[in-house]
């Protein structure tokens, strides 16, 4: 990261890390990753159930062990706990100590994952850290509102009270407090739901990204003349 000129990354949290450790700000390219909306499209939900979704890797980096906690204490009638994704070792004694308590689906093809996001009423991402979550704008393109934390990258692209919730990590009640919002408030999810929507599809997909990201290199290539 020294040796680099420059180093692109997709979100604020990816930025503090940086700064933290001593990375110059005049280094980086923020830039938030984007959404192909020709596949992750809205389809009608075909129920009246409220359902949480999680999309991605079944793991402790991913806080799943917080949400199964906080949908478990919950206890709410006609919902679901919806996983979708591969599960790592790690998470297997958490899976078990919740058995009976949610749904899961193994790994999907990325093409068949908008039928699944359709179905749901929020997806919460509680990650621990990463760069940028591909499932929230995807999620968000399907037309569902957000619950995650300040470690996944969602900062970048939800707005808060508008397109969902930002929470910190770790924290099993903000979860619990934000999906009992959005289940005792279902007009209000429905309406971030659809501004989560709009939100992507006009400035959120690869193509913006592109755009973006090639107005950065145009810039990098003025400056070095000018040098």
């Known amino acids: ?13 990816n930025k503090r890390t940086f700064l933290e450790r001593g990375i110059s700000e005049a280094k980086i390219i923020q830039i938030p990753y984007g959404v192909d909306l020709s596949m992750f499209r809205q389809v009608p939900k075909e ?24 949908f478990s204490e919950l206890q709410l009638p006609n919902s679901e706990l919806l996983l979708i994704g591969p599960e790592n ?6 899976l078990k100590k919740h058995e009976g308590k949610f749904r899961r689906i193994d790994y999907q093809p990325m093409k068949e994952l908008h039928k699944f996001y359709s179905q ?46 930002i929470i910190p990590i770790r924290d099993v ?15 209000i999810c429905k309406e ?10 006009s400035g959120l997909t690869w193509d913006d990204y592109g755009n973006k990201m090639i107005a950065e290199y145009e810039r990098i290539l003025k400056f070095k003349k000018n040098v």
């Open 1 to 13: 990261y020294e040796a680099a000129d420059y180093i692109s990354i997709p979100s604020k949290f």
């Open 47 to 70: 129920d009246s159930i409220f359902r949480i979704v999680f999309g991605g890797g079944l793991s402790l980096r991913k806080g799943v062990h917080y949400l199964l906690q906080a």
């Open 89 to 94: 070792e790690e998470i297997l004694p958490f």
């Open 120 to 165: 749901g009423s929020v997806f919460v991402m509680p990650s621990l850290e990463e760069g940028l979550a591909l499932v929230q704008p995807q999620a968000m393109a399907c037309g569902l509102p957000i619950i995650a934390t300040t470690n996944s990258g969602a900062e970048d692209i939800v707005r808060e009270g508008v397109d969902g919730f």
């Open 173 to 187: 009640d903000a979860i619990k407090n934000k999906i009992l919002f959005m289940y005792e408030h279902p007009e």
């Open 192 to 201: 971030m739901g659809k501004s989560a929507k709009e939100h992507v599809s």
